[in-house]
């Protein structure tokens, strides 16, 4: 069965740094989505992104954050310079077209800042 | 307004049992109710989902009711097994794609 799949699956970074995270959407879906979970708490959405275009995102996704698809394959979230309140486990998801709101989720990447 | 309420915030259930977790919304333009499982470490799983133009669907042992009039919506498990022990999160999404969650229910059934 096709998942999502998301590397690397723990990041640690120096407060400041900026980092990548790397998603790979299911083949066939062209939506694709961000999202984070601090630890204990519920799942927020960050970003979508479709046609090479942010489509909706929220007010967590400030000018530190920024989204892009490099390829053919990959999805990336970047965070220019990390804060401690950025530690969260972020999760991509994608979508087919005309099935937007079916998401599947990859397994996460857990990002801790120190 | 976009808030997704979830309760119980955790809730045990006997093997076989059923489990009954709720959600309440305010936003009108929330169109679209999908409920995740979530297992430690893992993303959440799509486990079902419902729109407003029906009050209950079913998928094996999971059941969503729906109260359009009540702005609420409901997970049933039915015959509960100890490999159902997750997070379960409820979501809706207005318009656009982006879903909103629940706070979460850890469920635990006791064998």
């Known amino acids: 069965e096709p998942e999502v799949t998301q590397t690397p699956s723990h990041q640690v970074t120096q407060m400041g740094q900026e980092v990548i995270l790397r998603c790979v959407p299911i083949s066939n879906h062209l939506y694709f989505y961000w999202y984070r979970q601090i630890l204990g708490q519920k799942v927020e959405f960050l970003v979508s992104f479709y046609n090479n275009e942010i489509s909706e995102k929220s007010e967590i996704f400030d000018d530190q954050f920024s989204v892009e698809r490099p390829d053919g394959s990959n999805f990336t979230l970047k965070i220019r310079s990390t804060k401690l309140e950025d530690s969260a486990m972020y999760f991509c998801a994608s979508s087919e077209v005309g099935q937007g709101k079916v998401q599947y989720f990859g397994p996460g990447t857990r990002l801790t800042v120190t | 307004q976009q808030q997704v309420k979830q309760s119980p915030q955790s809730l045990i259930v006997q093997k076989g049992g059923i489990s009954i977790i709720n959600c309440a919304y305010e936003?009108?333009?929330?169109?679209?109710f999908p409920w995740y499982q979530q297992f430690p470490g893992k993303g959440p799983a799509l486990l079902i989902a419902i729109r407003p133009d029906v009050s209950e669907k079913k998928e094996g042992r999971f059941t969503i009711s729906f109260n359009k009039s009540a702005k609420q919506f409901s997970l049933h498990i039915m015959d509960s097994q100890p490999g159902d022990s997750a997070t379960y999160f409820c979501a809706a999404s207005p318009g656009g794609n982006m879903l909103t969650f629940g706070g979460g229910t850890r469920l635990m059934v006791k064998p």
């Open positions: 936003n009108t333009a929330f169109d679209y």
